[in-house]
């Protein structure tokens, strides 16, 4: 009988992936995968480390898993991911429950780690590699869907980013390589593609000398049953003119980025060590609004220094230039990092006050946009089937402007049923808070 291994995936989109890699690495080495825990025999938690609330989260995942060999048929729990490449050692000798520890360089190991775990060794695995982890998957999105990881680590150090110091330096995956992966998963029906990396602006600088965002871009773009391709973590700086217009001409390109501003004020900005001031992002996004291209971002709320002034500046941002899809994050003292030794730093409470403050704000504007939208029309992909009334079909799917699981959703009704990861004109008739309500009109076909 096979051995049947569980996985659990916490984290970022860009560990998603590596989850991915390493059950196409599970399955092509004869283990059965399965969802269920009470059922695995050996169950792997990729972990994320980039806070100290996710390092927690990953460790009581870890202790949960590892009570299924008292109530399951579990005999093995592995940690993989970043908090077993930064604090794996502790790890591995602080949780007994825990059988095998490994890092972000072992992925393509995890066939010997597990056969090694069952055969009774117990063994922290750290390999050091400029590597990237990279290879066949299994996606764990909807099928029309899938993440393209484009480079691994950092160069920016930030001052309140563990990134650099868990994923190292930058590394870019050579373009062929990525186009190669694409073609695959084009042809086992992925339509829309979703370029991830700590900064995907920054994409080809360490291997050829020069960005190759766009060119890149560019190759994507010939694969011919790929529809959209959305661009992630794209840093303001590096936001060119020439990349913009690709954008703009390429219409297999949503009309979407997503820039991690992480704040607009030009001393916080400064602590930071961020590149850019207010001005420059001023400017990026007044350009991007005569462009009609929407953006996303982030904020860190209560970082050092914090004030109620600094707030007001990023909420009259939000409310200058109506940002659609904004995440607001109070900011985490991270030991290791140079922000975690200022001073002036901001009581727990402030930074719930200010998270708060944004979100209103926000709430304000997407109401507006959102009503602004009703009586237009949209092509949507159909990400999945929800229910049928006996009248009318039930779906929920996304327009450009809206990335998986980060964003909103468009609640759509037929008279006809529609196909799952194909897209359709539809009317949008409403808006629910974050989501917009929609009837599909008709199916767009080449």
């Given at each position: 009988m096979s051995t049947k291994v569980g996985v659990v995936s916490l984290g970022c989109d860009k560990n998603r992936v590596d989850t991915e890699i390493?059950?196409?690495?599970?399955?092509?080495?004869?283990?059965?995968?399965?969802?269920?825990?009470?059922?695995?025999?050996?169950?792997?938690?990729?972990?994320?480390?980039?806070?100290?609330?996710?390092?927690?989260?990953?460790?009581?995942?870890?202790?949960?898993?590892?009570?299924y060999k008292d109530h399951?048929?579990?005999?093995?729990?592995?940690?993989?991911?970043?908090?077993?490449?930064?604090?794996?050692?502790?790890?591995?000798?602080e949780l007994n429950e825990v059988d095998a520890v490994l890092g972000i360089n072992d992925y393509h190991n995890i066939c010997n780690v597990v056969n090694s775990a069952l055969n009774g060794e117990r063994k922290f695995y750290h390999t050091c590699s400029d590597e990237v982890a990279f290879g066949s998957r299994i996606l764990t999105t909807a099928p029309h869907v899938a993440y393209l990881?484009?480079?691994?680590?950092?160069?920016?150090?930030?001052?309140?980013?563990?990134?650099?110091?868990?994923?190292?330096?930058?590394?870019?995956?050579?373009?062929?390589?990525?186009?190669?992966?694409?073609?695959?998963?084009?042809?086992?029906?992925?339509?829309?593609?979703?370029?991830?990396?700590?900064?995907?602006?920054?994409?080809?600088?360490?291997?050829?000398?020069?960005?190759?965002?766009?060119?890149?871009?560019?190759?994507?773009?010939s694969i011919k049953q790929i529809e959209w391709i959305r661009i992630l973590y794209a840093y303001p700086e590096l936001l060119n003119d020439e990349l913009l217009d690709e954008i703009v001409r390429n219409d297999k390109v949503v009309k979407y980025v997503d820039i991690p501003l992480q704040h607009v004020n030009?001393?916080?900005?400064?602590?930071?060590?961020?590149?850019?001031?207010?001005?420059?992002?001023?400017?990026?996004?007044d350009k991007l609004s005569s462009l009609n291209i929407y953006a996303r971002s982030t904020f860190?709320?209560?970082?050092?220094?914090e004030t109620n002034a600094t707030i007001e500046e990023v909420e009259r941002f939000l409310f200058a230039y109506k940002l659609r899809n904004v995440g607001f994050f109070p900011y985490s003292r991270e030991e290791g990092t140079a922000a975690a030794k200022y001073d002036n730093q901001v009581s727990q409470r402030e930074k719930n006050k200010y998270v708060e403050k944004l979100y209103n704000a926000q709430y304000r504007v997407l109401t507006e946009l959102n009503q602004k939208d009703v009586g237009r029309v949209y092509k949507c992909v159909i990400d999945e089937y929800d229910n049928f009334d006996g009248e009318y079909y039930f779906y929920k799917g996304r327009t450009y402007f809206m990335s998986p699981e980060i964003d909103g959703t468009v609640h759509i009704t037929s008279?006809?049923?529609?196909?799952?990861?194909?897209?359709?004109?539809?009317?949008?008739t409403g808006a629910a808070e974050y989501d917009l309500l929609g009837e599909a009109e008709n199916e767009l076909t080449e």
């Open positions: 390493m059950l196409s690495e599970l399955v092509n080495g004869g283990f059965v995968i399965t969802p269920n825990p009470r059922e695995a025999d050996v169950i792997i938690v990729n972990t994320c480390a980039f806070l100290e609330s996710a390092r927690r989260e990953a460790i009581e995942t870890a202790l949960e898993m590892s009570g399951g048929k579990c005999k093995k729990v592995i940690i993989t991911g970043c908090l077993g490449e930064k604090f794996g050692e502790e790890v591995f000798n990881k484009i480079a691994d680590g950092c160069d920016n150090y930030c001052t309140y980013c563990l990134i650099p110091y868990i994923r190292g330096r930058y590394r870019s995956v050579k373009m062929e390589k990525v186009v190669a992966q694409a073609k695959e998963l084009a042809d086992k029906g992925v339509k829309e593609l979703i370029l991830v990396a700590q900064d995907t602006t920054r994409y080809g600088k360490d291997l050829y000398g020069e960005y190759k965002l766009t060119e890149l871009i560019r190759e994507l773009s030009d001393e916080i900005l400064r602590k930071m060590n961020r590149r850019s001031n207010g001005a420059s992002i001023r400017n990026l996004f860190i709320c209560g970082f050092p220094f008279k006809k049923e529609l196909i799952t990861g194909n897209f359709y004109n539809v009317k949008i």
